[in-house]
């Protein structure tokens, strides 16, 4: 789960960590009355959006007058960055920069361990930083039985900075940060840029932190902080009906029972040619009402040209698929091809119960289902 920079920077402050004084805005003109009392002649405007290249995209502007903070409030305000609305802006306290550096911590799975990544080349290109000079960037590996003790992050602090005093600014930063993730079960926890000012302080002038999803029902203050995406609340209603949604690019929409069996059903329809549209995985339960559901969530999608449904009768009975199927799509109006592959315990039933109805296309094998779907869709398409 991720969280908003102005989220992320209270957290931060809770940790002692440095921010520089900002403000949460939703229209322009609570900007234009922020910037009248802050009397700073100088302020920074952001768009808040979960999602990363706001600075490129024209969502970062330095105001240096009222009529400035008004029309790039405005501006800001009617952006759409990667399909995210901009709804709030975060005013922030210009900040005379000496230098920008790149510190966050986040978990590697090959490793098992928290690495934390700094670097001096920190700004709104460390992704080309990671990409062309690696070297640039320093990773160390955190033993969970130690964490990030004072003796350690000195001297990991010395890795960025010479002066005593910047070193110890950088040492609290380091342990704070650690905390941070490890205290609230994130996944990362991220600073860009760490700013040194001229007068050798330290802030936090961006704050990224991500959130482990299991671990939520432990957080319920992290977790009241959820704003999902479109697609982030389709999974959740999946979730909450008992099965597994991921939404992908393609047309051809699957439904089946088991995350193996998915993958399968994937791969072979990429194996001949076509493109999935999504996983949805509605586990060993022969409940026909789940399967009513699954099928309302999955024609959500208007993307799907065809509907792909490879049911493996194990726990589930394929009779029970076939009736919910046909009780589905008595509620669904819908003209999309359905291909229908049942394989397992009470296949034939279930097979000829769907043979009674011209609604489904009935295959007995995998290869053959996943032909007829890929066809549908080349027949429509071309």
Known sequence: MKVHEYQAKSIFSQYDIPVE?????????EAVEAYRQWGAA??????????GGRGKAG??????????????????????????????????EAVDIVAEYYVS??????????????SEAGGIDIEEVARKTPEKIIRY??????????????RLAYNLFDQAAQAERMTSILQNLYHALIDNDASLVEINPLALKKDGTLLAIDAKMVFDDNSLYRHPDIRALFEPTPEEQLEAIAKDGG???VRMEGNIGCMVNGAGLAMATMDMIKLYGGSPANFLDIGGSSNPVKVIEAMKLLLQDKKVKTVFINIFGGI?????????????FEQLQTDIPVIVRLTGTNENIGRELLKHSARFHVAETMNEATLL?????KGETE
């Open 59 to 92: 969502g970062i502007k330095l105001a240096k007058s009222e009529e400035a903070v008004r029309l790039y409030a405005e501006d800001i305000l009617n952006m759409t960055i990667k399909d995210l609305p901009v709804t709030r802006i975060l005013l922030s």
């Open 316 to 328: 589930t009975r394929c009779d029970d698929v076939a009736l919910g199927l046909m009780r589905a």
């Open 373 to 377: 779907a890929v066809k549908s869709v």
């Open 243 to 245: 099965f597994s949604y």
């Open 105 to 118: 911590f986040t978990i590697d799975r090959n490793t098992r361990s928290v690495v934390l990544m700094m």
């Open 21 to 29: 004084r900002h403000i949460l805005c939703s229209t322009a003109d």
């Open 141 to 154: 590996h955190i033993d969970p039985l130690i964490g990030v003790p004072k003796y350690l992050a000195q």
């Open 42 to 51: 100088h302020i920074v405007i952001k768009a808040q959006v979960l999602t």
